[in-house]
């Protein structure tokens, strides 16, 4: 375990000098404070990357050397993100939608972020980053189902059904709200979350969460590894905070069986379309959401060789290519009239996001 976590923090090194510049060169100064931009967006950045590359100028201060100067910036960039956050607690996604069109809610971009909060407040000294967590707690309130517990409509004109992932998010962001304001309520709320995750495990296909069910219990989008991944990586957070250590445990061994399907599917090499079904996810090796359940599952000697294999891959990449690794190909089916369905500072943001709580659980329960 000690020379892999070597091999990851060498890579990683070498990862967060690139991050770190081209965030730097993002950055803007404002009245109050500091801000940072998505140009290809045409405006700052959202909520989500914002904190996202506010976490990885702390980590890359913190544990890389970069100049002390980044934890006055990641402050600053938390604060520009709570101005960002709607009045109903929602962080929006301003990707993809018309001019003048409100920014889309979806919980996702909560989940996303939870975890950048709770570092940012805790290492950064970003008392901001507990009032966003207070207010995505009020968001998810509203977005709770009335009658199932520890399920959560992804977005507010999705309520047809369970989508499981989104749930995992909402769990993560009620889980670190809890750690950081110690009122109980945000505990049991993401401990239900945890019971529903485990009792729909396995229910269709052994081993397996579907992508998303109807109320009734049929499937509405079938297995995915990618979101499998994302439910084990933030359900960690969620095991992070339990007490009901029986739960815990139980929950643990919920993980343990996900994780394994995810490495036989890698093992296999099985084509992408038997293991994404909808038409945007990407393979295994170019989902962070993977790289990250991969670190937290790494008491498994496949999940600890197969983070490397990826990260050694994301690395190579990058240094052939810079940050530009990271720019999305452009496609001629978008609508000109919309903002980017996705853009370099949101793909890499979320890589260095990814990463950075990668690291930091590797430094917090190791």
């Not at 090194?13 to 100064?29: D, P, Q, S, T, W």
């Not at 101005?83 to 929602?90: E, Y």
């Not at 009020?138 to 959560?152: A, N, Q, W």
């Not at 399907?261 to 099985?270: A, F, G, T, V, Y």
Request: net charge negative; aromatic share 10%.
């Amino acid at each position: 375990m000690k020379q892999w976590k070597e091999e990851i923090n060498l890579l990683s090194k070498e990862l967060f000098e690139v991050f770190n510049n081209y965030f730097l060169k993002e950055i803007v100064e404002t009245d109050d404070g500091y801000d940072i931009k998505d140009e290809e967006l045409g405006s700052m950045a959202s909520a989500c990357t914002t904190l996202e590359a506010a976490l990885s100028l702390l980590v890359s201060q913190r544990l890389f050397k970069a100049d002390e100067k980044n934890k006055e910036y990641a402050r600053a960039l938390v604060k520009s993100a709570l101005k960002r956050q709607h009045s109903d607690g929602a962080l929006g996604q301003p990707f993809y939608i018309l001019p003048q069109q409100e920014e889309t809610k979806d919980i996702a971009e909560i989940g996303a972020c939870a975890d950048a909060l709770y570092y940012l407040y805790l290492y950064a000294d970003a008392k901001e980053a507990k009032d966003i967590l207070l207010g995505t707690a009020r968001f998810l309130d509203k977005m709770k189902h009335p009658e199932v517990k520890g399920v959560y409509y992804k977005r507010p004109n999705a309520k047809e059904h369970d989508v499981l992932n989104g749930d995992a998010y909402a769990g993560a962001s009620l889980m670190r709200t809890y750690q950081v304001t110690k009122d109980k309520k945000y505990h049991d709320l993401a401990k239900e979350v945890a019971i529903h995750l485990i009792n729909r495990f396995s229910v269709h296909s052994e081993n397996w969460w579907p992508y998303a069910e109807f109320f009734d219990g049929s499937v509405n989008v079938g297995n995915s590894l990618s979101y499998q991944a994302t439910i084990v990586a933030f359900g960690h957070d969620i095991l992070s905070g339990l007490e009901d250590k029986e739960l815990a445990k139980e929950f643990q061994e919920v993980l343990d069986q996900a994780m394994i399907k995810i490495l036989d599917c890698i093992e296999q090499d099985l084509p992408l379309k038997e293991v994404e079904p909808v038409w945007w996810a990407s393979s295994w090796n170019l989902c962070p959401e993977v790289l990250l359940a991969l670190v937290k599952q790494r008491h498994m000697p496949r999940a600890r060789e197969y983070a490397l294999v990826q990260l050694e891959e994301i690395t190579q990449g990058v240094r052939e290519k810079g940050i530009s690794y990271f720019t999305p190909p452009k496609k001629e089916e978008a609508d000109p009239q919309r903002t980017p369905v996705t853009t370099t500072f949101r793909k890499a943001s979320t890589m260095a996001g990814i990463l950075s709580y990668a690291l930091m659980d590797i430094e917090e329960r190791d």
